[in-house]
Structure formats: structure tokens, C-alpha cells
């Protein structure tokens, strides 16, 4: 007989927001209290989609690969697809907590309010490449884009794909996206202040993650 599902927790926000900081720092700490758990991102975590995310990458005299608002879209979403079925899925029906860094609402962000494609498509694109998967909780790091992009230049050394280099206004638009999102589902967003020290960011998120797990 199956066991019940496990959690499925999302991390969210715009570039330098944080994220992988704190999926690893989370993972840490489930692992201490014992619950096993999957770290995972999105569009890289599978074969297919470490391949799809290398098309948006510059580097050695390459630039990124031109491509439409439409052509980005269903890169993503193919990416997601895959990553659902092979790592997401799997791991949540064997009980398992699953961390993933960026899902369905970094798609509504960037390509529906950063790209300006209609957030009623993206919906209806997201469903069809999660199987209607949605989370349980979202952790929304936010940060103002100039904070933000300024991190990510510094990790980086210069940012290196099509969608870092888009200019601060885009980002902009997508920080306003999640916060609208956010507002749309209050029950399953926590916003955090992602300018604050790591570690403070990490207890508040820690906070939320014990809180769902005690309810399941």
C-alpha cells in the first residue's frame, strides 16, 4: 500500500534572491530532524533540462540563442515536464519532502509578467506540464532587482544568461509578478525579506517548513 504524499515546498524569486542558499540550508536542516527530502531546481533538474537551460547560457564568444517570448514558454515547460515525471513525482509519492528551487510561478513571473504573455496561457501550459502538480507552500525570497542583480553579477562574475541580462525594468516586472501572485494565494505564499542576513532568512523559512509539516 502507498504512502501518503509527502510535502512538495517551492522556493521563489528573482535573480540573487537567494534561493539556493536557502533550498541547501532547509535540506540541512530536515535532514537533522530526520525527514527525508529531495533538493531539486528547476529548468536543471534533469538531463533534459540541464541541456534546455545551456541554450539561454553565453559564454566563450557565444551568446545566448535568440528565441521568442513562445520559443522560451515551451522551453520550460518541456524542461518541467520531464522533471516532474522523473524527480518529482517519484519522490513525493515515496513520502519524501521535496525542495525545489523555481516551479510553475517563476514561469507566470518571468514569461507572463516580465514577457508579457497572457497569464491565463501560462496557466494552462503549467498544468499540462505538471499534471496539475501544484505546492504546498511557497517561499517567496524577495529582494528589490538592484539588490538582487547586483548579488547575482558579483556570484557570477557578470551575468551570463538571456534572461540575467535582461535589463532592471524586466526585473522589475517580475518582482511585481510574484508579489501579485503572492496576494492571489496568501494560503500558500510566505514572503520573506530576502535582504536580511542568510541565516535570518533561513530561521523564517524554517519556521513555515515545521508548521507544514506539523499540519500533514
Same mark, same amino acid.
Given at each position: 500500500m502507498r504512502g501518503r504524499r509527502g510535502p512538495f515546498i517551492t522556493l =521563489? !524569486?528573482? =535573480? !540573487? $534572491?537567494?534561493? $539556493?542558499? /536557502?533550498? %541547501?540550508?532547509?535540506? /540541512?536542516?530536515? +535532514? %537533522?530532524?530526520? /525527514? @527525508? +527530502?529531495?533538493? #531539486? *531546481? =528547476? @529548468? +536543471?533538474? #534533469?538531463?533534459?533540462? *540541464?541541456?534546455l537551460w545551456s541554450l539561454f547560457q553565453s559564454g566563450e564568444g557565444r551568446e545566448p540563442i535568440a528565441m521568442t517570448p513562445v520559443a522560451e514558454l515551451f522551453l520550460f515547460e518541456a524542461a518541467r515536464a520531464q522533471h516532474v515525471e522523473d524527480a518529482v513525482r517519484p519522490a513525493l509519492e515515496e513520502g519524501r519532502v521535496v525542495l525545489c528551487e523555481r516551479f510553475t510561478d517563476s514561469t507566470l513571473a518571468y514569461q507572463g509578467y516580465g514577457r508579457g504573455l497572457s497569464l491565463d496561457y501560462i496557466r494552462a501550459a503549467n498544468h499540462m506540464a505538471s499534471g496539475g502538480l501544484a505546492p504546498d507552500l511557497t517561499l517567496l525570497l524577495d529582494v528589490p532587482p538592484e539588490v538582487g542583480l547586483s548579488r547575482a553579477g558579483n556570484r557570477s562574475g557578470g551575468r551570463d544568461d538571456r534572461i540575467g541580462q535582461e535589463d532592471a525594468e524586466f526585473h522589475s516586472r517580475v518582482r511585481e509578478g510574484f508579489l501579485a501572485l503572492a496576494r492571489r494565494e496568501p494560503e500558500r505564499f510566505f514572503v520573506v525579506d530576502a535582504t536580511k542576513p542568510a541565516d535570518e532568512v533561513t530561521q523564517r523559512c524554517w519556521e513555515q517548513v515545521r508548521r507544514l509539516l506539523d499540519r500533514l
Amino acid at each position: 500500500m502507498r504512502g501518503r504524499r509527502g510535502p512538495f515546498i517551492t522556493l =521563489e !524569486g528573482g =535573480e !540573487g $534572491s537567494g534561493k $539556493s542558499v /536557502q533550498v %541547501e540550508a532547509l535540506g /540541512q536542516l530536515l +535532514a %537533522e530532524a530526520g /525527514q @527525508p +527530502a529531495l533538493l #531539486t *531546481r =528547476e @529548468p +536543471a533538474g #534533469t538531463d533534459l533540462g *540541464r541541456f534546455l537551460w545551456s541554450l539561454f547560457q553565453s559564454g566563450e564568444g557565444r551568446e545566448p540563442i535568440a528565441m521568442t517570448p513562445v520559443a522560451e514558454l515551451f522551453l520550460f515547460e518541456a524542461a518541467r515536464a520531464q522533471h516532474v515525471e522523473d524527480a518529482v513525482r517519484p519522490a513525493l509519492e515515496e513520502g519524501r519532502v521535496v525542495l525545489c528551487e523555481r516551479f510553475t510561478d517563476s514561469t507566470l513571473a518571468y514569461q507572463g509578467y516580465g514577457r508579457g504573455l497572457s497569464l491565463d496561457y501560462i496557466r494552462a501550459a503549467n498544468h499540462m506540464a505538471s499534471g496539475g502538480l501544484a505546492p504546498d507552500l511557497t517561499l517567496l525570497l524577495d529582494v528589490p532587482p538592484e539588490v538582487g542583480l547586483s548579488r547575482a553579477g558579483n556570484r557570477s562574475g557578470g551575468r551570463d544568461d538571456r534572461i540575467g541580462q535582461e535589463d532592471a525594468e524586466f526585473h522589475s516586472r517580475v518582482r511585481e509578478g510574484f508579489l501579485a501572485l503572492a496576494r492571489r494565494e496568501p494560503e500558500r505564499f510566505f514572503v520573506v525579506d530576502a535582504t536580511k542576513p542568510a541565516d535570518e532568512v533561513t530561521q523564517r523559512c524554517w519556521e513555515q517548513v515545521r508548521r507544514l509539516l506539523d499540519r500533514l
